[in-house]
């Protein structure tokens, strides 16, 4: 029986000999920081109403997707109409006058050369063509100005993007210069909040971790705002492919704030039985010796396929890979 025990224990020990083994050394990993990060738009641009009246047509709504340019509604003023139909009325009055005027006028230089009519009142005639021609002129440019002015009750959107607010509804009065539609353009971006604490750890470019529900995506830390709000610092993030379906929409996102040293061990060196994590380490006489240890977060990057070991084992342990 001591023979039998004495030849095992050289077998283990020879199979030990052979297996390979993880000099423990203490790894810098990145530490993370978890904060809720908000959907905007880079730009919140207003479509205005540039006269006072009545909302005839509103054609968008929250969520729809805009180009410059285009006509999102149309506010219509009658008093407008009366007016441009008083300046017609008025025009038609003043051509009835310039044609009689010009009779007059012509009459008059048949006259002239008959003697029975002075120059001066001929002079007299082509001045009330003239004045006539004049007026109607005149009339013309202001219908032009009321006609321009009907033509700013199109409602146009400021710049591409997509309508985040419609405050106002059709039927409604609405002065001049109120908005009738907000527009999110410029593009979107995540904005985070971080303790300022963090503050000095925080660096531009840095790339973030976010958790999305087609599971995880990276971002790049575009901008570190210099103002503390409220004993935070803001920041903005850029991400490819942001979800833009809700603007203000939280996300999780994880940002790096520094780094700690860590052991890091094989995912395949840890035996799991009952609950309990083992793992193989040899002592000093080369014997493989099991401990139980307590695992932290699997790592990924670089380090992946490596596990944190929090307790159990120290820098220089040996440890048994299977």
């Given at each position: 029986?001591?023979?039998?025990?004495?030849?095992?224990?050289?077998?283990?020990?020879?199979?030990?000999?052979g297996?390979?083994?993880?000099?423990l050394?203490?790894?810098?990993?990145?530490?993370?920081k978890?904060?809720?990060?908000?959907?905007?738009?880079?730009?919140?641009v207003p479509a205005?109403?540039r006269?006072?009246?009545?909302?005839?047509?509103?054609?968008?709504?929250?969520?729809?997707?805009?180009?410059?340019?285009?006509?999102?509604?149309l506010?219509?003023?009658?008093?407008?109409?009366?007016?441009?139909?008083?300046?017609?009325?008025?025009?038609?009055?003043?051509?009835?006058?310039l044609?009689?005027?010009?009779?007059?006028?012509q009459?008059?230089?048949?006259?002239?050369?008959r003697?029975?009519?002075?120059r001066?009142?001929?002079?007299?005639l082509?001045?009330?063509?003239?004045?006539?021609?004049?007026?109607?002129?005149?009339?013309?440019?202001?219908?032009?100005?009321?006609?321009?002015?009907?033509s700013?009750?199109?409602?146009v959107a400021?710049?591409?993007g997509r309508?985040?607010?419609v405050?106002?509804?059709?039927?409604s009065?609405?002065?001049?210069?109120?908005?009738?539609?907000?527009?999110?353009?410029g593009?979107?971006?995540?904005?985070?909040?971080?303790?300022?604490r963090f503050?000095?750890?925080?660096?531009?470019?840095a790339?973030?971790?976010?958790?999305?529900?087609?599971?995880?995506?990276?971002?790049?830390?575009?901008?570190?705002?210099?103002?503390?709000?409220?004993?935070?610092v803001?920041?903005?993030?850029?991400v490819?492919?942001?979800?833009?379906?809700?603007?203000n929409?939280?996300?999780?996102?994880e940002?790096p704030?520094?780094?700690?040293?860590?052991?890091?061990?094989?995912?395949?060196?840890?035996?799991?039985?009952?609950?309990?994590?083992?793992?193989?380490?040899?002592?000093?006489?080369?014997?493989?010796?099991?401990?139980?240890?307590?695992?932290?977060a699997?790592?990924?990057?670089?380090?992946?396929?490596?596990?944190?070991?929090?307790?159990?084992?120290?820098?220089g342990?040996r440890?048994?890979?299977?």
């Amino acid at each position: 029986m001591i023979f039998l025990r004495l030849a095992i224990l050289i077998l283990a020990s020879a199979s030990v000999a052979g297996a390979a083994t993880l000099t423990l050394s203490p790894t810098d990993i990145t530490e993370w920081k978890a904060v809720q990060a908000r959907v905007e738009s880079r730009d919140i641009v207003p479509a205005r109403a540039r006269i006072g009246g009545v909302i005839e047509q509103l054609s968008v709504s929250e969520g729809d997707l805009v180009s410059a340019g285009q006509e999102i509604g149309l506010v219509k003023d009658d008093k407008i109409a009366f007016q441009i139909a008083a300046l017609d009325a008025q025009l038609a009055a003043f051509a009835a006058q310039l044609d009689t005027a010009i009779a007059e006028f012509q009459r008059g230089e048949t006259l002239v050369e008959r003697g029975v009519v002075t120059r001066q009142r001929l002079a007299q005639l082509s001045t009330d063509v003239e004045v006539t021609r004049n007026q109607i002129a005149a009339t013309e440019a202001s219908r032009a100005v009321l006609t321009q002015q009907e033509s700013e009750g199109a409602v146009v959107a400021p710049a591409d993007g997509r309508v985040l607010t419609v405050p106002a509804s059709r039927g409604s009065v609405i002065m001049p210069g109120e908005p009738v539609a907000t527009i999110g353009s410029g593009g979107f971006f995540l904005r985070l909040a971080v303790p300022e604490r963090f503050a000095g750890d925080l660096q531009a470019g840095a790339e973030i971790r976010i958790a999305t529900a087609d599971g995880e995506a990276t971002g790049r830390l575009a901008k570190i705002y210099p103002q503390i709000d409220n004993g935070r610092v803001i920041a903005d993030v850029e991400v490819d492919k942001l979800d833009t379906a809700f603007v203000n929409a939280r996300l999780l996102v994880e940002v790096p704030i520094g780094s700690r040293s860590a052991l890091l061990v094989p995912m395949q060196a840890v035996v799991t039985r009952h609950g309990i994590d083992f793992i193989s380490v040899e002592d000093h006489n080369g014997v493989s010796v099991e401990r139980s240890i307590i695992l932290g977060a699997a790592q990924d990057g670089v380090n992946a396929g490596l596990i944190e070991v929090i307790s159990g084992v120290s820098a220089g342990d040996r440890v048994v890979l299977p």
